[in-house]
């Protein structure tokens, strides 16, 4: 008989690579259980018990100390007005620090440590950004406890997410498409406007999204600035208080009542839909553009 | 070598480059005739790249590039710091080794140079297109589908694309970097052929260690070993009675 085929005469060591393969195989579908298994018993539990709360009026009511009476209204609206005013704070600001930082800036000392510095703020705690709104847009900018405030703290808290992403985009555009363009006599920005930029777009937008859906979770350094728990009202411009979803479930989660419970799953549910929704379009948005090129 | 160097394309002169510690080129002397292919052939990492790349100053994108010495196109001194490098690029084309057709239509990967121009009259941008692509010998080819994307175009096709393009915003030097190294035999010829075609318009500078290639399509040679210039000449005379035995070592394939 022919032994090509088998391992039984090498040396252990070899043999024992075929059975580790496996071992990853098994490990991996495990760690990957543990998550879907979490998640699924999570978002099954908010949706059994918040889903007889769910129907229009939760959506078109202010909060009430009567729980069966009380909705997201103001919660859903802030959490918009926010999270809209956030982004056209943080995109234009956080893109073009990127473009900069990649394109323009060269390999300095500067750079680098500005690089270091802003790769170190993404991973500072969310409550830190909200002792910084706290100080600078509430009180010394006197903004107040607004909408405008609010979203400028996300702003600062999702800046270093949209630049490190964006700047990991446009180095990832390769670089024959560059000289192709600079070969034709296009400047700097020309290459960027019409080559570099609509490459790394798909790219850039995930990070975008990623950054946004953060944004929509935040409650810490809402608190912190103080956004209303209570608001029985709609802001009517970016310098009236407000609340947002997160901030509207939490109050509902410290309530003694059982009731409210049954609010704040709904609550849970709206907002994984808010998230999920901002994630379907910016998967919508890709596909879409890439079927361009 | 010819003296009179008031014709030439390109007159160079003690030209020395390098990137940061590591010196590429040493006292390149050189005169590009206009209207004529001129080779430049050389083992891997003599600094023949890194020469075609002095002459539209395509390493100053590059870190640590520096260079020394005297590149002359026409009477304009290309490192000048008056010098706009969008305008000097435009009018010394390149085509690289590898196609990089940009990931839009056909139509306007050769129309974005002209736009980047300024011209906006959408008529004579489409004219512009199509005399491109007739001279980059691929209008018949893809005349009936100009918004059909590059990228999914043949390797030699999009190869000709890139030197339509480059037609387009009307150099008057081409530079070809191993314009061929990434292509199959059939396409190799049709961008070889091509190349002599544009002779008439166009001086052309094309880089490659295809020493058959060479022989083939180019008018004058020079070879480039260690960063410096061997020998330049006129084609025959360097294959066939080269003056340098480095030259004869490797046109003979001694070593490469």
Known sequence: MNNVYHNLHDPWWVRRASGIDQVVKYLGILSIGVGVVVLAVLTGQA??????????????????????????????????????????????LGIMTAIYLEEYSGKRLLS?????????????????????????????????????????TLALLILPI?????????????????EGSYALGASRWQTMWHQVLPAAFPSVLTGIILAVSRAVGETAPLIMIGALTYVAFLPQSVRDPFTVLPIQIFNW????????????????????????????????????????? | ???????????IRDLQAGYGQKAVLHDVNIDIPPRSITAIIGPSGCGKSTFLRCLNRMNDLTPDFH??????????????????????????????????PFPKSIFDNVAYGLRIHGMRDSKKITEKVHDSLVKAALWDEVKDHLTMPALRLSGGQQQRLCIARTIA???????????????????????ENLIVQLKKDYALIVVTHNLQQAHRIADYVGLF????????????????????????????????
């Open chain 1, 47 to 92: 949706v059994l018990q918040g889903l007889p709360r769910l129907h229009a009026e939760f959506f078109t009511s202010f909060p009430s100390r009567v729980a069966a009476q009380a909705g997201i209204l103001s919660a859903w609206v802030g959490t918009i007005w926010v999270v809209v005013l956030c982004a056209c704070m943080s995109v234009p």
């Open chain 1, 112 to 152: 680098r440590i500005l690089e270091i510095n802003i790769a170190n703020l993404a991973g500072v705690p969310s409550i830190i950004y909200g002792l910084l709104g706290l100080g600078l847009f509430v009180r010394f900018l006197s903004f107040g406890r607004s909408v405008l405030a609010g979203a400028a």
């Open chain 1, 162 to 178: 949209v630049i490190l992403a964006t700047r990991e985009a446009l180095r990832a555009v390769p670089h024959s498409l560059r």
């Open chain 1, 253 to 293: 989660v410290s309530r003694p009542q059982q009731a409210f419970a049954a609010n704040a799953a709904a609550g849970v549910v709206v907002l994984l839909g808010i998230t999920l929704i901002i994630n379907a379009g910016a998967i919508w948005l890709r596909q879409r553009y890439r079927q361009k090129i």
């Open chain 2, 1 to 11: 070598m010819n003296t009179h160097t008031i014709n030439m394309v390109f007159s």
């Open chain 2, 67 to 100: 260079m020394r010495g005297k590149i002359m196109h026409r009477d304009e001194d290309v490192y000048a710091p008056t010098v706009d490098v969008t305008h000097l690029r435009r009018r010394i084309g390149m085509v690289f080794q590898k196609p990089n």
């Open chain 2, 169 to 191: 915003v009307e150099p008057e030097v081409i530079l070809f970097d191993e314009p061929c190294s990434a292509l199959d035999p059939v396409s190799t010829r049709n961008i």
């Open chain 2, 225 to 256: 070993h260690m960063g410096r210039l061997v020998e330049f000449g006129v084609m025959k005379q360097v294959f066939e009675q080269p003056a340098h035995h480095l030259t004869r070592d490797y046109v003979q394939g001694v070593f490469g």
